[in-house]
């Protein structure tokens, strides 16, 4: 069964960093923009940071811009996001979702497929 799959969450204090993966199981990522997105208790889900299919275009939450990067490797099936100088309002649970097409775009409805995610909290 396709699927996406997160891993690398976890406690850290604030200023820490993380990196966040997300790999392809059952179907091939290089034909999908990738987009990562995290939800807060009692929030919406909103979106993080998103990279076209062969890496060329990349996009980033006002939030999050100069403090995280995402990027791919194809040949290994993956997408990562590496997270630096992280603050208690980054504390969420962090999703990956391959769109509908090659693009990178910010609108969770074009994305088609979703992990289950991968949680991060930021405490001291």
């Known amino acids: 069964q396709a699927q996406l799959v997160e891993s690398g969450g976890g406690l850290v204090q604030p200023g820490g960093s993380l990196r966040l993966y997300c790999a392809g199981s059952g179907f091939t990522l290089d034909h999908y923009g990738i987009g990562w997105f995290r939800q807060a208790p009692g929030k919406p889900r909103e979106g993080v940071s998103c990279i076209s299919s062969l890496g060329s275009h990349t996009h980033y939450a006002e939030s999050v811009k100069g403090r995280f990067a995402i990027s791919r490797d194809n040949a290994k099936n993956l997408v990562f996001l590496q997270m630096n100088s992280l603050r208690p309002e980054d504390t969420a649970r962090y999703y990956c979702?391959?769109?509908?097409?090659?693009?990178?775009?910010?609108?969770?409805?074009?994305?088609?497929?979703w992990g289950q995610g991968t949680q991060v909290t930021i405490s001291s």
């Open positions: 979702a391959s769109a509908r097409s090659q693009y990178c775009t910010g609108s969770l409805d074009d994305y088609g497929s």
